[in-house]
């Protein structure tokens, strides 16, 4: 029995990966968690708010100065400034932890573009400012519950979709690689941080060297170089540690990460 849909996805490199969709539940308890910090955060400011206007109001009253047309800024201000709270919160997580708040991190889900990529700015975005609007008369948890890829009018918008954040198989891979994989994953794991790997990033490099045997040489050539070059700007790896081919420096990657992270999988 299936308790959450999949998905396919195809990343700009052609590769079909398979995902599953966060479902309504993981969603809302990560939606509990965000409303509950962004309502502490939201209470804090309004009492530093209520305490400088009271401040204001009584330097003015002791000085005789008018301020009669003040209350009405000193209510709008406040609502303009806890707007951008709410929405600031989601774009900025979402874009510096690569599709995740801290509710999605803890609920273990994952906002990705419909392209298997990590979201940016401009999908943060949009999803932040028509959040206001899924949430009018549960809107959005309708089109979670009754559209087939779970998806809110913000992720429609966007361009994206929610996703569990499925960790990588521990264990021998199920595919053959070449004698230097292993001198080209110690190498790797020497100089690099490879905690800047997401494991969706790491899900495409898997896919790749899976299917890579059912590719043409033409499109495998291409695949493995722009495939390459992509882990190599996530990695922050100006160049690689000695001359290698693409499908190398990939099994290289594959083997490091595998062996930087396994024992935490298992934990």
């Known amino acids: 029995m299936k308790y959450f849909n999949r998905i396919t996805l195809y990343t700009p490199e052609s590769v079909a990966l398979e995902f599953t969709l966060a479902g309504i539940g993981s969603r809302a308890f990560a939606l509990l968690v965000d409303y509950h910090i962004l309502a502490l955060v939201i209470v804090v400011f309004i009492f530093l708010w209520l305490a400088l206007s009271f401040q204001l109001t009584e330097y003015l009253l002791q000085r005789n100065i008018d301020y009669s047309g003040l209350g009405n800024w000193l209510i709008a201000i406040p609502f303009l400034i806890v707007f951008v709270i709410f929405v600031g919160y989601f774009i900025f997580f979402e874009t510096l932890w690569k599709g995740q708040t801290p509710g999605k991190k803890w609920a273990k889900i994952r906002v990705i573009q419909d392209n298997g990529q990590p979201v940016g700015l401009r999908q943060a975005t949009l999803r932040a400012l028509l959040r206001p609007i899924d949430d009018t008369l549960f809107l959005g948890f309708l089109f ?99 001359d290698m081919t693409p499908d190398l420096f990939l099994e290289g990657v594959y083997l490091a990460y595998q062996q930087q992270f396994g024992d935490r999988w298992l934990s």
């Open 144 to 242: 979670i519950v009754l559209g087939k890829q779970e998806k809110r009018i913000g992720d429609w918008a966007a361009g994206t979709v929610v996703v569990q954040e499925e960790l990588p198989p521990v264990g021998s891979a199920a595919f053959p690689l070449s004698g230097q994989a292993q001198e080209v994953a110690d190498r790797l794991l020497a100089v690099t941080d490879l905690t800047q790997l997401l494991p969706d990033d790491f899900a495409i490099v898997r896919e790749y060297l899976q299917r890579r045997n059912q590719l043409s040489a033409d499109a495998k050539a291409t695949t493995s170089l722009n495939l390459a070059k992509q882990v190599q700007k996530v990695l922050s790896l100006e160049k690689l540690p000695f």
